[in-house]
């Protein structure tokens, strides 16, 4: 019956199954990164959304202490041209003796290497880069890409240079851009940590939304400065939940096993805190 | 213990020997009649490496160049000579002069040692055994001269320099046996020798005259062996040890299929590399090791042959594996009339031991190695693709950074500062930024790049990083970094190329060569 597919559909999307989007929530399968070309702010947030999911995976019992997987960056040449390569000196701490980095002439050997780099164990995560919406990444190949990764539990993002949000079977499609970076404590005039507005415009367990993420001692912090998603149905569905009391105003929303105090302290008054479901625990 | 016994073997005319056997003529005879001389070329023109009987007669002496050997003999005839080829017949005589004793070692370019300890009775004493090396040498037309002494530069010293057949025994007096040798019978240099010439110093036994205390100060810079006649002295009477390196034969594991009727499909094709496969891993398990590299070899019915070459990341033993890598090379193969013969060689196989095999479904479940996925991706994107960044002593930013192969060990390195803030990319090629508006300190606070503008709205900087003057000319200049964020909060690394009033060119120009996160 159709009124019942409409109920089920209407069901999954309303706030009291689908949780918003924080940090910490562990890997998705795959995920998709749309950002312009002329910044590393789609590579930056892939390597932080990439490094914040595996920071707080599950470990299993008997694991080793330390995770000495390799990490895999893929590019295609077209990407390496627009945005320059990985530069170790600036690559993240942890990654930088571990990164393998994966050069692809065409689109077509790009997806084959990210489909052969998610099937391999001794990987923690794959970073794609390709540049634009190529005929090789139609929905088939989107669908194998996160079939395999779901199926061998190694999360890929892909991150797309100046690309048309056409179909893909990604499970967070988000859009990237940079954002103007806390202003630093010894140095107001210099560049600070890495910012970066960050709109989910696609998600399949969560609500849309749009953050502004920056990455704090080695943890990624989210910051949601507009209160409700825009599309008309959302927000109807949203207007009766209990995040919509926290109202007006700037909502932070932080990985609430470490809340950070520096941040906290650095957005005044109008910030809450919130545990992981969603309830108000600060401000 | 039996004491130590080292045969040396010289063949004294090796390089002329050799030509003359391709030339299927005995010794003076034939060819070999008149005066020749093989040569290599040098920066001055062709030089003497070796000459014949009649050649010598005629007055051409190694080492001197053509020109002058042909005022001396005008008839003397000129072959290009061959050391690679020398060096390889030295290595198959190496392993066949084995016969003789456990292990043997190579004296290049024309020399061979072979270690006889305790097995000089099976021959029926030393004396039998050295008319044994004369006699199989002989027999296979090579001009050789032989000597047993306790330790290896006692017996180059005596089949080099001394009596014809000496043997030196182990209860002799080595020192009294040896001090009429000339002291180039010690392996040195030939510098070295012109100086020790110059002392007046040329028996072996008159190094014992001068005093080791005068010889050391004489000589304490020289640490090689082969420049330093105190440590050859000492290797010769054995006084302190001489590593050698034995030549180990090794079977290169081969299997092959001769096919009753050529193929033609590829379907088939597959069968019989499948099967080639599973008989490789078992070759290599016997020998308890893995492969590295295969080479497939498929001879056509027309007498073509076509090689598809596979290297591996890791030593592997896993038929599968192989055959799904070589499956990828093979879309492209033309059988023509028909394949009769495949063959596939491991040309470079690496210890691997034995363990427990990897179950198909266990591989299912738990995906590839990472091994295997380098292997894949080298296969179908070519080795330069699969690179890990790597270090590299410059404090240039695009030098200090090198690519090597996934797998290899990562070579000890200085860390890089904590302090500086590099950014997550870099770019091939710094590229040119057009500066719209410069504030009176030297910074833009508008630049133009890649046809759109950028506004400056926090900077940090300069970090000024030298020229490597001793890499690049003198003209080369400096580069103020500055770390940028601009109005839309976008982050970049941009450089000042050099500054102004540095008499190394006209105004500086400005570049931006990294993305920051």
Redesign the interface.
């Known amino acids: 019956m159709i009124p019942d597919a409409f109920d089920t559909a209407a069901a999954l999307a309303s706030p009291s199954q689908a949780e918003r989007w924080r940090p910490g929530l562990g890997a998705v399968a795959q995920s998709e990164i749309f950002a312009s070309g ?4 789609g ?3 892939a ?2 959304f990439a490094l914040d999911a595996w920071r707080c995976r599950p470990r299993a019992e008997g694991e080793e202490a330390e995770d000495r997987r ?1 990490v895999v960056w893929v590019q295609t040449r077209a990407a ?2 627009r ?9 993240p701490q942890e990654i930088r ?1 571990r ?7 065409k689109d077509e ?1 790009a997806l ?2 990210l489909e ?2 998610v ?5 923690a995560f794959v970073i794609g880069e390709i540049v634009g919406s190529p005929r090789a990444l139609d929905f088939t190949a989107s669908r194998r890409l996160t079939l395999a990764a779901e199926r ?1 539990g ?1 999360p890929l993002t892909l991150v797309r240079l100046d690309g048309t949000r056409d179909l893909s079977s990604a499970r967070q499609r988000w859009a990237v ?5 806390a ?1 630093p404590r010894w ?1 107001r ?3 600070g940590v ?2 970066w ?1 960050a709109e989910l415009f696609r998600a399949r367990s969560h609500p849309p939304g749009t953050w502004r993420l920056s990455e704090d001692a080695g943890t990624l912090v989210a910051e949601r400065e507009t209160p409700l998603p825009v599309r008309g149905e959302d927000t109807k569905g949203w207007s009766h939940s209990g995040l919509a009391e926290v109202g007006e105003g700037r909502v932070a929303i932080s990985n609430a096993a470490s809340p950070s105090p520096g941040f906290a302290s650095s957005f005044g008054a109008s910030v809450a805190i919130l545990s992981p479901n969603g309830e108000r625990v600060l401000g | 213990m039996a004491p130590r016994r080292i045969l040396s073997i010289w063949l004294a005319a090796f390089a002329i020997d050799r030509w003359r056997l391709a030339e299927g003529c005995a010794r003076g005879e034939g060819a070999d009649a008149q005066p020749l001389a093989l040569i290599t070329e040098t920066a001055h023109g062709p030089r003497i490496q070796s000459t014949n009987f009649a050649a010598r007669n005629a007055g051409a002496r190694i080492g001197i160049m053509l020109a002058d050997a042909r005022t001396l003999c005008p008839s003397i005839v000129a072959v290009p000579g061959d050391p690679a080829g020398d060096l390889a017949e030295l290595e198959r005589l190496a392993a066949w002069a084995m016969r003789w004793g456990p292990w043997s070692a190579l004296d290049p370019p024309d020399g061979l040692l072979v270690d006889v300890t305790a097995v000089a009775h099976l021959f029926g004493g030393e004396a039998k055994l050295l008319a044994d090396v004369y006699n199989a040498f002989e027999t296979r037309g090579f001009a050789v001269r032989a000597a047993i002494a306790p330790t290896a530069g006692a017996a180059w010293a005596l089949a080099h320099y001394g009596p014809e057949r000496s043997i030196l025994a182990p209860q002799d007096d080595m020192e009294a046996r040896l001090s009429d040798l000339p002291v180039a019978a010690l392996r040195l240099d030939d510098d070295v020798l012109t100086v020790l010439r110059r002392l007046g110093l040329k028996r072996l036994g008159e190094l014992g005259t001068v005093g080791r205390d005068a010889l050391h100060r004489r000589f304490r810079n020289r640490k090689s062996p082969a420049a330093n006649p105190l440590v050859r002295m000492d290797q010769l009477l054995g006084r302190v040890p001489e590593p050698l390196l034995p030549v180990v034969p090794q079977q290169v594991p081969l299997v092959q299929r001769r096919l009753m009727e050529p193929i033609r499909h590829r379907a088939l094709l597959d069968t019989v590399l499948g099967d080639l496969a599973a008989d490789m891993v078992r070759e290599l398990e016997g020998a308890g090791q893995g492969a590295r590299r295969l080479d497939l070899g498929l001879w056509r019915v027309n007498g073509e042959v076509a090689v598809k070459t596979l290297e591996l990341a890791a030593a592997t033993r896993d038929a599968a594996h192989i055959v799904r890598l070589f499956g990828e090379k093979l879309g492209d193969i033309d059988a023509g009339f028909g394949i009769e013969l495949v063959r596939l060689r491991a040309s470079w196989a690496e210890p691997l031991p034995a363990n427990q095999a990897d179950i198909e479904a266990a591989a299912e479940r738990h995906g590839t190695s990472l091994a295997a996925f380098v292997d894949r991706l080298t296969t179908r994107l070519g080795p330069k693709a699969v690179r890990r960044p790597v270090l590299k002593g410059s404090h240039l930013p695009e030098r200090s950074q090198g690519w090597q192969p996934a797998l290899d060990p990562e070579l000890p390195s200085q860390e890089s500062l904590r302090f500086h803030a590099r950014p997550l990319k870099l770019l091939d090629r710094a590229e040119t930024i057009a500066v719209l508006y410069a504030t009176p300190d030297g910074l833009p606070q508008r630049f133009r790049w890649r046809g759109e503008v950028h506004e400056i709205a926090r900077v940090e900087g300069p970090e000024r990083i030298a020229p490597e003057w001793w890499r690049e000319r003198g003209t080369a200049r400096l580069r103020d970094y500055y770390r940028i964020e601009d109005d839309a909060g976008r982050r970049y690394w941009i450089y000042r190329y050099g500054i102004a009033g540095d008499g190394r060119g006209g105004a500086p120009e400005w570049f931006l060569q990294g993305l920051y996160a």
């Open positions: 002329r910044d590393g702010s590579a930056g947030a390597l932080a390799a390496v041209k945005g320059g390569r990985p530069f170790r000196a600036g690559l003796h990164l393998i980095h994966v050069l692809a002439e050997d084959f290497a052969e780099a099937r391999c164990r001794d990987i061998h190694v851009q940079a954002a103007p970076s202003r140095n005039q210099a560049p890495p910012a507005q």
